[in-house]
């Protein structure tokens, strides 16, 4: 079996920075298994496989999978895979505008026309949860609780990718920040996959990172289903604009030598009315896998 993959980085326009994503843009004859071991084989954090929609209303099914498990939803895989989809011709001609499947229901995409266009997806609907000690979650980073923010909470909140947020003071105490794999287990719950983002306000938007260790992933690079759930809670506790139209920037990986930039454009209050997260994307290889299932 001859498999064709795409091999791209994921908000940035700079071949080996971002977020690299494997792309099987025909995964039909795959079975689950096989997915998963594919996945653990390109080690990349997500590689996603693209089969026939079995909704109407959606133009392809991406499944996503990091080296250890399928995911219901992830941003930077759906905006890279679009990419590929585009590239690969499985969108309908000239079309700006569609939804994929995922396992989090359909996901609507955008592109904005341009000569090094931006991919957008509408985040799925967010959902907050649990408080955490601030305290417990300083230790959990290697910091101190003065290095948070004054006056704001650490908090669950998801959009398919259960995330603890931390804001920290500026953007050198992220870069300080490490995550302590025993404090953070002490700290949520075994086998909730929970991840832990930390961020710094700027004039630009924000300074961030992601570590996931309940998910094998040291750091991440760009997290694209992190960054609608970052922009909402930025809005509540006033650390970004909550007009209609506003859009900022969430620089992260920078630190790992990975830099993204993942943009964000508010819709109404960024409740209800939605968020949009987009980047531009940087083919790198196009190669087949053959794999030999005698």
Not at 275 to 286: C, K
Request: net charge negative; charged share 20%; aromatic share 8%.
């Amino acid at each position: 079996m001859n498999l064709a993959y795409h091999v791209v980085d994921v908000f940035t326009k700079t071949p080996l920075e971002g977020n690299a994503l494997a792309v099987f843009p025909d995964a039909r004859d795959l079975d689950d298994a096989t997915m998963q071991a594919i996945a653990r084989e390109m080690n990349l954090s997500e590689t996603t496989f693209v089969l026939p929609s079995t909704r109407a209303d959606c133009i392809a099914r991406v499944r996503i999978f990091t080296p250890n498990y399928e995911m219901e939803f992830a941003g930077h895989p759906t905006i890279g895979t679009s990419f590929v989809i585009q590239q690969e011709g499985l969108a309908p001609r000239g079309e700006t505008s569609f939804t994929l499947e995922e396992k989090v229901g359909g996901v609507r995409v955008r592109i904005e026309a341009g000569a090094d266009p931006l991919i957008w997806l509408v985040t799925p609907p967010i959902s907050t949860g649990a408080r955490f000690d601030r305290t417990a979650c300083a230790a959990a980073l290697g910091l101190m609780e003065s290095d948070l923010l004054p006056e704001v909470p650490c908090e669950l909140w998801t959009a398919g990718n259960p995330l603890i947020f931390v804001a920290l003071r500026d953007p050198s105490v992220v870069d300080r920040a490490s995550v302590d794999a025993t404090l953070f287990r002490a700290l949520s719950p075994a086998g909730s996959k929970n991840c832990m983002f930390v961020f710094a306000p700027t004039t630009e938007g924000a300074y961030s990172r992601m570590f996931a260790p309940e998910q094998g992933i040291v750091e991440d690079p760009a997290t694209g289903s992190a960054t609608g759930p970052l922009a909402a809670f930025m809005i509540k506790y006033g650390l970004a604009s909550r007009a209609d139209g506003c859009r900022f920037v969430s620089e992260q990986g920078t630190k790992m030598r990975r830099r993204s930039f993942l943009h964000v454009l508010v819709h109404g209050d960024g409740g209800a009315d939605g968020i949009e997260v987009g980047g531009h994307v940087t083919a790198v290889t196009r190669a087949t896998m053959t794999l030999d299932r005698t």
